[in-house]
């Protein structure tokens, strides 16, 4: 969801908003009451909520180190404790 900077031209007041592309612009400033809150150019900013792919492969951060491979079992010693296997 798009994050939208907005700004009343009546008293200053700043605010960012988090809303739908497909939702209609807000107007009236909830500082003053007027209707001369308008939406400012800015930087692109959203949220992802939910699972998905950036959850799984960019959400940690640093990337994880490749897995190491396993080796074979340290052999183990029969009943009369010879290391035949």
């Keep these: ?4 900077d907005y ?3 009546s008293c200053g007041f700043k605010k960012e908003v988090m809303r ?3 939702e209609p612009s ?3 400033c909830p500082e003053c009451t007027k209707d001369t809150f308008a939406k ?3 930087a692109p900013a959203f949220q992802l ?3 998905g792919w950036y959850a799984t492969d960019f959400k940690g951060g640093a990337p994880k180190p490749p897995s190491e491979t ?3 079992p340290a052999p183990s010693a029969c009943a009369t404790g010879c290391a035949c296997h």
């Design 70 to 72: 396993k080796s074979e």
């Design 26 to 28: 807000l107007t009236v």
């Design 7 to 9: 700004q009343c031209t």
């Design 49 to 51: 909520n939910g699972t």
């Design 20 to 22: 739908k592309v497909s």
């Design 40 to 42: 400012q150019v800015s």
């Design 1 to 4: 969801m798009p994050i939208y």
